[in-house]
């Protein structure tokens, strides 16, 4: 059975990350990865699949992954979504960054391996989010732009959202060329706070998306940060970095119970 990090983003919530332990997948991939889109055996990721299902109580069906492209299209996941085909359904995911939803027993979920993978939970209307920023993604907002949708869809106060930022690489190892810093510059991020310069330019992509959060009015209080570095712990946690592109990837989701 998959080894899941888990985290107490809210009451009857489910909201966690894989780790790459006990599952069926080999090499790079090993041990659990779900992801469909990164070069695993299918026969793998059907296996690992089905074994996270089980331990959530849903339905393959229900358990819902975009194809991720780096960039910042919202998705909302209905009950229209969930009856597509799923031909269908993967030609709706396509393209796609982030998901929210309110529909319990679904899990939405993105896949990082050293990306940050961000949840959001709005207790009020029972509506939740999670949402890949890679440095792209994170440059371009996503996480805000992800707000504004569950503010359009569900009426969400970003003052009474809890979120949590998964692991994800630190400033540490998270070593970038000046056309990176200067996209950062660009859109405004405050590089004193962001950027250290040692050899090469380096970013602190978690804490550029708890800036986000917090300019939105998500409160400082309740934003959670594992801290855990991918690059570090790529035993743990797949790492791109670590483990070339041709890896596994992490899932982060959530349910609502």
């Known amino acids: 059975m998959p080894k ?35 070069g695993d055996a299918p026969e793998h990721v059907a296996q690992n699949l089905h074994s996270l299902c089980r331990v959530l109580g849903i339905a393959p069906s229900n358990l819902v992954m975009p194809h991720q492209t780096h960039e910042t299209t919202v998705r909302q996941v209905g009950s229209e979504l969930l009856s597509m085909p799923q031909n269908v359904r ?36 029972r509506a939740t989010a999670a ?12 996480a805000q732009n992800a707000i504004a949708q569950m503010r359009a869809a569900f009426d969400t106060n970003p003052q009474s959202l809890r979120a949590v930022i998964a692991p994800g690489i630190s400033l540490q190892n998270f070593e970038v060329g000046d056309e990176v810093y200067e996209a950062f510059a660009k859109a405004t991020f405050p590089m004193n706070d962001i950027a250290q310069r040692h050899n ?58």
């Open 200 to 257: 090469k330019w380096h970013i602190n992509l978690p804490l550029c998306n708890q800036l986000q959060l917090q300019e939105l009015g998500v409160k400082a209080e309740n934003i959670y940060a594992t801290d855990i570095c991918t690059y570090n712990r790529c035993n743990d946690f797949f790492s791109a970095r670590r483990l070339g592109i041709n890896s596994g990837r992490i899932f982060t989701g959530v349910t609502i119970r």
């Open 131 to 142: 949402i890949h920023a890679g440095w792209r993604g994170t440059v371009k907002r996503i």
């Open 90 to 125: 993967q030609m709706v995911l396509d393209g796609v960054d982030a998901l929210i939803t309110n529909v319990p027993g679904v899990c939405i979920g993105v896949s990082t391996a050293d990306c940050i993978p961000i949840l959001l939970y709005d207790a009020e209307h």
């Open 4 to 38: 899941l990090l888990e985290y107490a983003l809210g009451h009857r919530i489910h909201a966690f990350s894989t780790m790459r332990t006990d599952g069926a997948s080999q090499g790079a991939y090993a041990q659990f990865n779900i992801n469909p889109y990164c």
